[in-house]
């Protein structure tokens, strides 16, 4: 069974930095597009960047140049550094792990909140 654990998020004051780690469990992340997402109260779930099998990295353009995904297939994780955050960032943040749409895995979400 894979499992999904987001980590990092928190409160953090605009222009600051978080870090958000995910861990996946019951299967190798290798073969699989990573991602992340976000929802802020009201919206819909939005992609904010992937990261291909051949780690092909794709951004939304509202986080282009703040965020940067990466992923470790040895260690089966895939992280986000979020830089300058901006209080338009706010939002819980989802790790999915994607190969079609039977093999399509969500974790339970980490909160980030940027205010000052």
């Known amino acids: 069974q894979v499992q999904l654990v987001e980590s990092g998020g928190g409160l953090v004051q605009p222009g600051g930095s978080l870090r958000l780690s995910c861990k996946a469990s019951?299967?190798?992340?290798?073969?699989?597009?990573m991602a992340w997402y976000r929802q802020a109260p009201g919206k819909q779930r939005e992609l904010v960047a992937h990261s291909s099998v051949g780690t092909i990295t794709k951004y939304a353009d509202s986080v282009k140049g703040r965020f940067t995904i990466s992923r470790d297939n040895a260690k089966n994780t895939v992280d986000l550094q979020m830089n300058n955050l901006k209080p338009e960032d706010t939002a819980v943040y989802y790790c999915?792990?994607?190969?079609?749409?039977?093999?399509?895995?969500w974790g339970q979400g980490t909160q980030v909140t940027v205010s000052s």
């Open positions: 999915n792990q994607w190969l079609d749409t039977a093999h399509n895995y």
């Open positions: 019951g299967s190798s992340i290798s073969f699989y597009i």
